[in-house]
């Protein structure tokens, strides 16, 4: 069934229950729901709504598709915290309907204002036009169904707990039957936000309740006092309070001890409720006039009135960024009804809500729910660091490593996991013989590079099978070292073994040594054949299966296989004893915040600690830098390294562990914590995944519901990020190069694509239809590069615009990442990490598995067994240098050279500008000579030349012309480029300058009297980080002084460019002057003709009119008559218009 079928189903089930509901709710007796007073004392009232409006299923008006759930403060009137003592007058909501339906339900509209839908509608109530909490409700988002809830007639020994248990049940069981993503809203006043959160934080955690937690969209606290009330817990103001809040009894001492201002279980509901609140809409609401007290006075009988907020704002206000806080113009009392001096805050609030509780229909309605389990597909890496009883090495240390999910570490704990991996023995080898160097030979490789079919080297008898079966906390040693094996400490062969274990060495068949088992270098230590069953996780074995495999099977003997040396490498590992184990290292590959605190809840379980001054503010609060929710910056720590010693007045009473218990007495461990970014990298198509996931989900608005493409995806950061970038700590995601050096930025989208790294190392899409070979590499970069600042390069845009348009396909490359190390170490004995992976399949050929810093710490440590490390202050240097020279140092793939590909680039914009200078000065002399050439043939030029030296002037101008615009885009061009350069030249500088502090700050730590012992090898590998750092920021300076000595001789180009281009202009100038002067001497010498011609013309037209008088005496004028007559005037005309036109001084006469 298709989710739109499941959800007409769902709706038309949904109607269906809702009208046996209504028939069932209106046979109940009125006396079930609402039970009044009777006399003076009080009748026992039980828990449930009182008034509900909206109907589910129903027609019209009353369809609701969203619950709204009031909740008062215990033994509150179930409508006096809403109504307050300053109602809003009839008519102040309107109804909500038009002019439409008011005709169509002109009943409803009427008993819209003046009633409230519910069973007990025959009450003698207040018009509902005076609460807010319906009408206002309803008028704003009529699609919201209203309860008003009451609680149970308090009693001594209640506790928030059972009021929280007693909402929960009547939630469940009103919404019973219907929508399973029907939204849900609480609105709660006073101590009832409490029972809120505590409802929630138990839905959160218990399966059954799951629901109630992931329906809920948002809480509205008025006047909750999160962290107590100093007045709320005195008894002696326990009777002014109730009058105060209209209660019907006191709070019993039960209530009141738990209102405790910093009462613990109030903070950590303050705390645990703020891991869930990331999904949820808060708004906060907080009183601004005190309360009217009073108590009795010290040996007096008078009572002493004094104003006193019940709830403070600092309690008030949850503090955390998706929270709306209001401050209200009342007291606690009448702070959840808003009242008649504050409207505006009414009209905000009532606008917010509705639009949250449309956002939340829409989502229910759009979006069916798709679980991603990501507990239980995120894996957590367990390694334990044990002294090894067969040791020759320099290092007596031995790795066991095991991954499990996060859902079992946080259910078992890390040494009951590490326990379960030392318990599981190697699989049984095969009947059939394999052949040196197949899989089936090799077998699975586990822990220190120990081959399955070495490990099974002595076959114990049938007594020490059963003894060792029954002995399950020492589990079999089944390796021992051979005869031969020189002891590590005198280095003869040892010759006390049995004779029984030498038959069985003689028995015992190893492979040939295959290249995982040799030392890798160090810039390929990352390569995708580097120990790539260590990070497959340990199966879960059965009590059968271990029993079985301890029974070990005979291995036929091929000594002509191997050679003695590999005997002694391979065949000499003992299992070690759980308790002779040095330290552990837990890892996680995702800096979450909410995962880190779960992660030391459990460490603080399991070894009796308090972490609480890991996490205080100074320490891990404070360090957190969070964007607005609207932005795509991710969020941050800040570097930092903090060593925080042991507590000298330690006291296990005064901070017990989350789950309750005492610390071990006497003991308080000293703590390292290290927050440091280093430079990673990742490809464009996964940065623009990310991206684009950000965008949705920030749309989104929640995570769930959980669309199904979402959840089917294969990538397990998209799904972290989805649930997690909206938590409180957020998650931090990988940031981009520019993320890093310009946080503060809206978005960072367009200096992304812009990377340096990014251009010169993307790829054509795939084009199926062209068999020509592949570039060369080193063809392939000049082209790049310069093709960035090409002189041809017009043409060859126009084509990819238009290719552009045809394919749709990125252009993948390589993007430079700032990752960030979180690492914590506890004493000597324990460091837990968390740092991102990035993704890598082996599609991506020669990038797969390059520059992954677990997998350069783990195959250093355990493939050459060249990193030594005592401790965990050791292994935490050790990580912090891999994470320094990880990319730069040990990558082996040539695009991530990023050093050198810098270095070219600069060489190549270097030469472009050196090509450019030689260009211009052969330009230049080619002018020169062009100019003397035309000067030289003006002077004998034919009639015909003028208007061709025109045409040639007007085409060599436009050609000059498009030269010019042509070398001013490539010169703007490079020095774009080189600005780009310059700046993340100038960020890596930034980046290298903080992990210098980092790891300074940390080298002092190590340096110090009480840790100088025991960090012999840690300082080593800082003081080596270090010697790294001053390389790289040496040849980052470098780099940023020849791109700024390129930069400013690009800008002196451009100067000489300019410079040129002016003498152009005069020289266009003159040339355009003589033109128009030549221009001139024919219009003038036009002018002279005309004037020459004018008169004579006159005339003649004069005296050829025929007219009367020419013919009065019988005949027409002669010649000689108009020539008597026209000429002479005008020779006049002639002589005095040309005098006139070129005498100054004639021309002073007309002007003076």
């Known amino acids: 069934m298709d989710p739109g079928s499941q959800r007409d189903h769902d709706i038309t089930t949904e109607k269906q229950e809702s009208k046996h509901r209504r ?157 399973p993503s029907r939204p849900l809203f609480f609105l709660a006043h006073s101590v009832g936000g409490l029972v809120v959160k505590i409802l929630l934080l138990k839905a959160s955690q218990n399966p059954q309740y799951r629901q109630v937690r992931y329906n809920c969209h948002g809480v509205a606290f008025f006047g909750t006092p999160h962290r107590g009330s100093s007045y709320l817990s005195m008894k002696t103001l326990s009777e002014s309070i109730r009058k105060l809040l209209h209660l019907e009894r006191a709070l019993p001492r039960s209530i009141a001890d738990e209102l405790r201002l910093g009462h613990k279980s109030l903070l950590k509901l303050n705390d645990d409720f703020r891991d869930i609140s990331s999904e949820l809409r808060i708004w906060t609401f907080y009183e601004t ?42 007291d606690h009392a009448n702070c959840a009804s808003f009242g008649r001096n504050n409207p505006r805050t009414l009209e905000a609030f009532l606008k917010d809500l509705s639009e949250a509780i449309a956002k939340a229909d829409e989502l229910s309605t759009r979006y069916v729910h798709h679980q991603m389990h990501l507990r239980d597909n995120v894996k957590l890496d367990l390694i334990g660091f044990y002294q090894d009883p067969d040791a020759e090495l320099d290092s007596d240390l031995r790795l066991y490593f095991t991954k499990v999910s996060l859902t079992h570490f946080l259910a078992k704990g890390p040494e009951r996991c590490l326990e379960e991996r030392l318990k599981v023995a190697a699989p049984p080898a095969p009947p059939h013989d394999a052949r040196p160097g197949t899989a089936s030979s090799t077998g699975r490789s586990i822990g220190l590079g120990i081959i399955s079919s070495v490990q099974n080297i002595l076959r114990p008898s049938a007594a020490e099978s059963q003894a060792h079966s029954q002995d399950p906390e020492h589990p079999d040693i089944v390796v021992t070292q051979p005869a031969a094996r020189p002891s590590a400490s005198t280095g003869v062969a040892s010759t006390s073994m049995p004779a029984a274990v030498m038959r069985r060495l003689h028995s015992l068949s190893v492979p040939d ?50 050679n003695r040396f590999a005997l002694q490498d391979m065949a000499g590992f003992s ?85 309750g218990k005492s610390p071990v007495p006497g003991h308080s461990p000293n703590y390292l914590n290290v927050y440091m970014p280093y430079l990673h990298f990742d490809t464009y198509t996964t940065m623009i995944r ?89 063809d392939t970069f000049a082209s790049k590069l310069s093709s960035m600042v090409s002189r041809d390069n017009e043409s060859s845009s126009e084509h990819e615009a238009s290719t552009d348009d045809e394919d749709d396909q990125v252009k993948d490359g390589n993007v430079l990442m700032v990752d960030q190390l979180w690492l ?36 250093e440590l355990n493939g050459d067994l060249t990193g030594r490390t005592d401790n965990a202050l050791d292994l935490a240097a050790f990580i912090v240098l891999h994470a320094v020279t990880v990319l730069l ?73 498009e030269r010019a615009q042509r070398e001013n885009r490539e010169n703007t061009s490079a020095l774009l480029e080189l600005r780009d350069m310059e700046d993340e030249l100038a960020t890596l500088s930034r980046l290298f300058e903080s992990q210098e502090v980092v790891i300074r700050s940390m080298l002092a730590t190590f340096a110090s009297a009480s840790l100088a012992p025991v960090t012999r090898h840690g300082q080593a590998y800082l003081s080596l980080a270090l010697r790294r750092l001053e390389g790289y920021k040496g040849t980052t300076a470098e780099m940023a002084k020849r ?110």
């Open 23 to 179: 028939r069932s709710s209106d046979e109940t007796p009125l006396s079930s729901l609402v039970s009044a007073n009777s006399g003076d004392g009080y009748q026992t009232e039980e828990a449930g709504f009182a008034y509900i409006d909206g109907d589910v299923g129903g027609p019209g008006y009353n369809e609701t598709r969203v619950d709204i759930v009031a909740v008062p403060c215990p033994g509150a009137d179930r409508l006096q915290p809403w109504r307050g003592s300053e109602p809003f007058p009839d008519g102040y909501f309107s109804p909500p309907f038009d002019t439409e339906e008011s005709s169509k339900y002109p009943a409803l509209k009427e008993l819209a204002g003046d009633a409230i839908l519910s069973p007990g509608i025959s009450m003698n109530l207040p018009k509902a036009a005076h609460v807010w909490v319906r009408q206002g409700i309803r008028k704003s988002a009529n699609t919201a169904r209203v309860l008003l809830y009451r609680h149970r007639t308090l009693a001594e020994g209640i506790t928030l707990e059972s009021l929280a248990d007693d909402l929960m049940e009547h939630v469940m069981k009103i919404r019973e039957g219907l929508n």
């Open 889 to 961: 140092d040990r990558s082996s793939h040539p695009d991530l050279e990023i050093f050198r590909i810098f270095e070219e680039a600069i060489g190549m914009l270097t030469e472009n500008m050196t090509t450019s200078l030689r260009q211009f000065r052969t330009q230049t002399y080619r002018d020169l000579v062009s100019n003397l050439s035309s000067s030289l043939s003006d002077s004998d030029l034919d009639d015909d030349g003028p208007s061709e030296t025109t045409k040639s002037i007007k085409r060599r101008y436009k050609h000059e012309l």
């Open 575 to 659: 299992r070690p004893d759980p308790s002779r184990r040095k330290f552990m290292w837990m890892h996680l590959p995702f800096t979450n915040p909410l995962w880190v605190k779960n992660m030391f809840d459990k460490i603080s379980e399991a070894h009796l600690q308090n972490f609480s001054r890991l996490f205080n503010s100074d320490s891990w609060i404070s360090k957190q830098v969070q964007g607005h929710p609207s932005q795509s910056q991710p969020n941050y720590v800040k570097p930092a390294c903090n060593y925080i010693k042991a507590d000298p007045v330690h006291s296990p009473r005064s901070s017990p562990t989350p789950s």
């Open 824 to 859: 914590w170490a506890i004493d000597t004995t324990n460091l837990v990490t968390f740092f991102p992976k990035r993704e890598s399949s082996p599609k991506e050929g020669t990038l797969f598995q390059q520059a992954d810093l677990r997998n350069s710490v783990y195959n």
């Open 289 to 330: 006039i005190d309360s009217q007290l009073s108590g009795l006075g010290a040996g007096t009988a008078r009572e002493v009135q004094f104003g006193a907020p019940l709830a403070s704002i600092k309690s008030s206000i949850l503090d955390i960024w998706q929270e709306d806080v209001f401050a209200v113009d009342s």
């Open 1043 to 1152: 791109v700024d000595a390129t930069r400013r001789d690009y800008e002196k180009l451009l100067e000489m460019a300019q410079r040129q281009a002016q003498v152009d202009d005069v020289r266009w100038s003159r040339i355009q002057t003589e033109l128009a002067s030549s221009q001139n001497l024919s219009v003038m010498i036009f002018t002279t003709f005309t004037v020459i011609f004018l008169p004579l013309s006159f005339f003649t037209g004069l005296f050829g009119m025929n007219t009367a008088e020419w013919q009065r005496d019988g005949g027409v004028p002669s010649l000689g008559f108009i020539g008597g007559i026209g000429l002479p005037v005008s020779a006049v005309l002639i002589v005095g218009s040309l005098v006139a036109a070129f005498s100054e001084r004639v021309q002073g006469w007309f002007f003076a």
């Open 690 to 778: 990310r991206r684009n996931l950000i965008k949705r989900r920030l749309d989104h608005g929640r995570a769930g519901p959980v669309p199904k493409d979402i959840a089917d995806l294969e990538s397990m950061e998209l799904k972290v990020i989805w649930e997690y970038i909206g938590a409180d700590p957020p998650l931090n995601c990988r940031r981009t190069l520019d993320q890093f050096g310009y946080p503060s930025l809206q978005d960072t989208y367009a200096r992304d694509d812009d990377q340096m790294l990014y251009k010169l190392s993307k790829k054509q899409p795939p084009k199926f239809v062209n068999n020509k070979p592949a570039p060369k590499r080193a």
């Open 513 to 562: 040594s295959t290249r995982e088992h040799s030392r890798p270098s160090s810039r390929a230590s990352n390569a995708s054949n580097a120990s790539t069953t260590h990070s497959e996780p340990i199966p879960d074995v059965s009590p059968e299966d271990r029993g079985d495999s301890h029974r070990a099977v005979p291995l036929r003997r091929r000594s002509d296989d191997f």
